[in-house]
Each structure stands twice: as C-alpha cells, then as structure tokens.
C-alpha cells in the first residue's frame, strides 16, 4: 500500500454478522427545547459512539447500528427536553467503564444534559454480576429479616485505634448490625489500617460472644490501588465481616472487582465521596437514582450511602426516594440492595424516615449517636428501640 | 472493660510527638458571603476531616491539629466568598484517593462550593512522583524540541482493526507525533484489543521506517481493573509508545499507579471522560486548573486533554488558559506537562491557537482532520505546516 494514496474512502467496516439488533436506551434531559433540544441530541448520538461528523460515517453499519439513536425525544418544560437514546449492545463490551463512557462520557463536558434513566438490555444487564449479597444478603448475614439494619460509623480520625476499638465494642454491645470505619479512616500514621482491622475486628468479635449478635465491621478499604486488595484480604482474615468502598475516589470498576473477587466474598458498602458533582445541578450530571442505585448496583454494591433530606446535605426527600425506589427496582438479574440514607441523621428523625424508606433501608446514624448524651451503649440501644418501635 | 460504662468522655487521642504542624490548603468559593459563608466554611473544616459535631471533639490534639483550620475568609462579590482552609498533611497519608477525599469528598455533595486552588505542603506533594515524562520527556521522545506536539486519534469505533491500523498509518507518515485510540475504542467484538495494539503499533512501526520519525501510538488501557496491566503489557510489548487513560473511568489512582509502574515506564494521556460534571457550573466542583492540571499531574498524566474553547464544547478561552497554567505551574517536584485542548478542533483555528497556548501545547485533532479532505496523509501534511508555520 503506498501510504500516500490512503484516502478516507478507503473504509472497511465490521462484518454486518455482528449486528443482532440488540440495543440499551439512556433517558437525557436537556436544557432546551425544538430545534436546539433535537441538535443536543444528535450531538450526544455521535459523541458518545463514534465522535466524529456524520459525513465520515458510513451509513452501514456504522451510521445503522454502532451510532445512538434518538428514539423519541419531547419538550416537557418550557426549556426542557427529554431524549431517550439507544446505543447497541456491543459497543459496551461487558465493561463497567465503557457503560459509564457511553451513558455520559464526553457529554459530561456539555452542560445542560443529565441522565435521567438507564434502561439496560440483556446482553449488557448480563455482563455485570451486580450486589453478591443485595437486601437478602444482608438480612441472612445479620439474622435480621424484616426490620430496617442499623449502622454507625466509628471516628473522629485522629483518635487512637484502641479507642476506636472501643467504640466499636459498644456500639456493637449497644445492637448495631454494622459498624463501619468513618471513610477518612485509611492508612494514617496515627491509625494503620492494618492494626485498626485487627483490634476492631477482634472488639467486635468480642461484642458478639458477649450479645449473641452478629455485628459486622466494614472497614474501608479506599486507598492506593496496589494495596486495595491486600486491605481487603487483611479485613477478611481479620474477621471483618464487610467492606466499605468510595467509588468516586478510587472508580466504579474497582468496586466492582472487589464484589467480583469470590475469594473475598464480603458484602460492600458504597459510599458518595466526591459523587456529589453529578448530581449537584438538575440540568447536568446523573439522576440521584441512576447514580447511586442503579450504577452503585452495577459495580457490586450492596448498600449504597447517600446523603439523607433534611439533614446538613441538600438532597431532597423526591430524589431520596428515588435513590430508594432504584435500589429495589427490578433490573435484570441484579439482585435489589438497600438504600443507606446518612449525613446528618439524628434519633428524633426516626418516625418520619420509616414514613419515607419502610424496611428494606439500612439507617447510618454517625456522629449524632456519640452527641446524643454520653453513654454510647445507651445510645445505640436507644436508636435501635426506636427503629423496632416503627414496626 | 464494662461496655455499659464506655462512655464518650473515655476517648485516647493521638500521641502528641506526631504534630509537627505541616499543613496544606485549599481554596474554596463559597456561593454566599457574611456569616452564612463563615458557616459553610466552618462546616467544610468538619465534614472534610472528622465529620462529628465540635461537642464531641477533644481539643488537642485533635481540634487543633486533624480539624480542618480556616486560614482566611473575604467576600469576594455579592453572593460570594474565598475561604482558605488548611489540613494536616499527615491526613492524606501518602495517598491519593485520601488526598481527593480531603479536598472535596463530602463536600461535594453540597452545593455552592468549589475548589478554586489547592496549594500542596512539601511532605503531600513528595508523596506523588507525578508525571513519568512530562514536557521534557514528550519533546526528548519525539525528537522536536521547541514546537507543539501534534495529536490525533483513530476512529470511529466499528471500523474494523485493519482500517484503522491503515488510518494509524496514514497519519504516521503524515507527520503527526501521537496517534491515540479513540476512547471509545476497548475490547469490543468488532475491534479487539490484543488484535489493534498488535496491528496499529506495526503500522506505526512501518511509517517510523518510511519516515525516520518517532510517532507514538497511545491504545486506550482503560478498561475492568483486573485486566488494565495486562492491557499496558501488552501495549509495551507490541511498541506502542505511550498509553491513553480515561481517570473519570477508571479512577485517577489507576492512573496514577501506571504512572508509577517501572515495568511500563511510558507516558500517559489523561483523556477527561465523565469528569465534566466537575467543571461543570461555576458554583460547584472543582475548578478547571485544578482537576485537568495539578489534579491529573499529581496522578501521572504526562498530557491533559480537554475540550477547547471555541469547539463543540463549553470550555471559555479563560478555563483553557487556567487549565495550560496549571500544566506549567512549579509545584513541588511535580514535572510540567502539556496541555492537550482537544474536542472539535480545526485546522482553521490554528493560528488562534497558538495566540492562545504558545509551543509546550500538544494539538489534538481527530474528526476535523478525516474530514477537512479524503487525503488523510495531505490532511496531516497540511496540520503540521499550519502549525510549523506559526513559530
């Protein structure tokens, strides 16, 4: 071939036995209307499969099956569209990272379009394994089958590991199902990691023989990538009976390796670090439910944190039963997790949260359940009757 | 120990030997002024550190040490305020995912506040070893010195491994310095991995042959975690010259590892998929310089694409400058790098370009320059005049 000569007519493409038809659909909603809103979406149709003109394409197969297409698209505000899109199964490849590429990658960097909704096909509902445990998991696990799971958080950072063995002791003396590691909680000087999961581990081993209970300990095991696996094989060794995973620090896919690794066999903890940008704005980003239910149940989470209504965070209490009603909904084969509203939540706000979340829910009282008086034990006790009263 | 008499008053703190008093800190704007923003900033010292109440907080050495410190606070306009607050260095621990956590995490998850600077401490910043080659290392690896590196990709996604090895070729002999993988561009049926990495390193090979130039192909090894090093591997194996990685895919840690990695020991293109929502709204995130300069720097990028101004995306003039600053900014030991605008870019725009970016820029051209003309070889040619031309 003389190289000078290649031209752009020159384009073989894929063999059309590849093309089965199957395609998966991503609800935007777009800041515009008519025209405009009809323009975005054809934009969004090229920049999330092939990223060039369409005078480049050609029409088979490429322009027919591996570009988006717009499968309806209406104005239902006075400045808001909503398009839903279909892109073929393939181009995902079975791979979590290229899903969240083709859901909102490049589109990410144009403001004025969110996801709305993610309507998997088979093929690509069928790549992920999704929660190992989900709401049943957890329920067998924690012998607790139909009230709401009760979880806590130990920290301030900076205490010593001891005294945060001996929160953990109590809260789990106190009822508490799960005690998780406050997630700046890593591998600082003045509290390695690896002597944390060994003396909370053992501290709530201890607890249990004492109640009888099955408390679990989540340590977090967010850090640098070469060591996550070796905290998460230390957590299981030690006894720890979960993991608590940000997935907006160290990526989606890693969490999802981690629910994978059947070696490991823990139940995950999602939490939202550093999510929030996506769903700060109601013209950009991800829906609260798309986000932290069903992505979170993609990459393997098995209870997914979000910051609670009412509380020092902004969500309302719309989007929070949206993250609620995504954590249950049916979606392929992945098995439903329970929502895990957190930041800010207080004992006196019980009765309302269990008119709001029901049952399947796993309550994260963190810092109120140490400010609620002095007595950690009679705290936790105290957060648990008033849970169980609701029932 | 008694766990009905734990109580929280029993709290152990840190040895004191471990304050030496090094602290970091990071910018923020606070969308609002006066005592709201005093109390948003002071909300930012607790949720980014301890995330409990100050009732419950020893004062030494952990009020005064671990707690996040506000350094300074002004009204900045009238509904906004810049907030300075400061950390302990040993609360990042060396690490990464830590560090975003600190600077942002929770916090995220409140609107009307941006990270607008972060200046690094020594001991944070000796932690990262940051870019492996950077500006230097680019313009030693394809032999051009004083101008701006040229960049293009192959696409789109369905051609088939041969057309866009012949693609890789034609560029290659056109001149160009780095022909990257779409990003788009994974493991799919129709464009294996193992088969494009073999096929478009020996085309690129063969157009080094004809030309005596020194073009790098740069596969996209982002993909699921367990088999991102077995992607690089074999990118190194088959001689691709440098990697592309999406960090808003697969996490800016991963990045950062293959950064570090001495086996691979190749330079590294941050693409910016799915980070837009960071950037999206001036009230919230992270600012532009920060996330696509000293963010991607800290995590191994050797160049940062972003979408330009001017192009199919939002960036202003003002945002791309920020970003190519923040490329070249001393801090720490962290190498420069080069800033990569990118995202609907034309030949025409070329001259204004380099108004804008000077030499230390690597242009990346992709759908224009298939488009421009069906001779992808004169295309590129003429790519490389244009910017030949400007110096």
Redesign the interface.
């Known amino acids: ?1 003389n ?2 000569t ?10 059309p036995h ?1 093309i089965h038809g199957e395609r998966f659909c991503v609800t935007y909603r777009i800041a515009a209307t008519g025209a405009q809103a009809q323009s975005i979406a054809d ?1 969004i149709c090229l ?7 369409r ?3 050609p029409a088979e ?2 322009g027919s ?2 570009l988006g297409h717009i499968e309806s698209i209406q104005t239902i505000a006075a400045n808001a569209s909503i398009a839903v899109i279909s892109y073929a199964a ?2 995902v ?1 079975g ?4 899903l ?3 859901i ?8 004025g379009v969110r996801v709305e909704k993610v309507e998997l096909s088979p093929a690509v509902s069928a790549a992920f394994k999704g929660p190992r445990y989900g709401v049943a998991g957890w329920r067998k696990l924690l012998n607790a089958e139909t009230r709401p799971i009760l979880a806590t ?1 130990i ?6 590991v ?2 945060l063995a ?2 953990a ?2 809260m789990a ?1 106190g009822g508490l199902d799960i005690i998780k590691d ?3 909680l ?6 390695l990691y690896a002597e944390r999961v060994a003396r909370v581990s053992d501290a709530v081993r201890r ?1 249990n023989a ?1 109640t009888g209970g099955n408390t679990l300990y989540a340590p977090n095991v ?5 060591q996550v696996w070796e905290r998460a094989r230390l957590a299981k060794n030690a006894g720890a009976g979960a993991l608590l995973v ?1 997935p ?4 989606f ?2 969490m ?2 981690l629910a994978d690794d059947d070696s490991l066999n823990l139940p995950i903890l999602a939490h ?10 109601p013209d ?3 829906a609260h439910g798309v986000l932290f239910g069903l992505i979170a149940r993609l990459a393997g989470a098995d209870a997914s944190i979000f ?1 609670n209504y009412g509380g ?4 309302t209490v719309e989007e929070c039963r949206a993250i609620a009603t995504a954590c249950a909904a049916v979606s392929g084969t992945l098995a439903p997790i329970l929502p895990v509203p957190a ?1 800010g939540m207080t004992l006196e706000r019980i009765p309302d949260l269990h008119r709001t979340y029901g049952t399947d829910v796993m309550y994260l009282i ?3 359940l ?2 609620h008086s ?4 009679a705290n936790c006790q105290l957060f648990r009757k008033l849970v169980t009263m609701q029932l």
């Open positions: 071939m190289a000078h290649l031209t752009n007519t020159m384009i073989e493409t894929i063999s590849w934009n920049e999330q499969t092939v990223e060039v003109t005078s480049v394409i197969p490429i099956w591996i393939e181009i490849a791979e979590l990272p290229q969240l590429n083709v909102l990658g490049n589109t990410s960097l144009t403001p958080a920290k301030p950072m900076g205490l010593t001891q005294a001996d929160k002791y109590a003396v406050d997630h700046g890593t591998n600082q000087k003045f509290g607890a004492v967010t850090g640098p990538i070469e940000c907006g620090l160290i990526g896919d890693v999802r390796a939202p670090s550093l999510l929030g940008a996506f769903v700060a704005h950009h980003g991800i910051t020092r965070f902004a969500f930041g963190g810092g109120a140490m400010a002095p007595d950690l034990v």
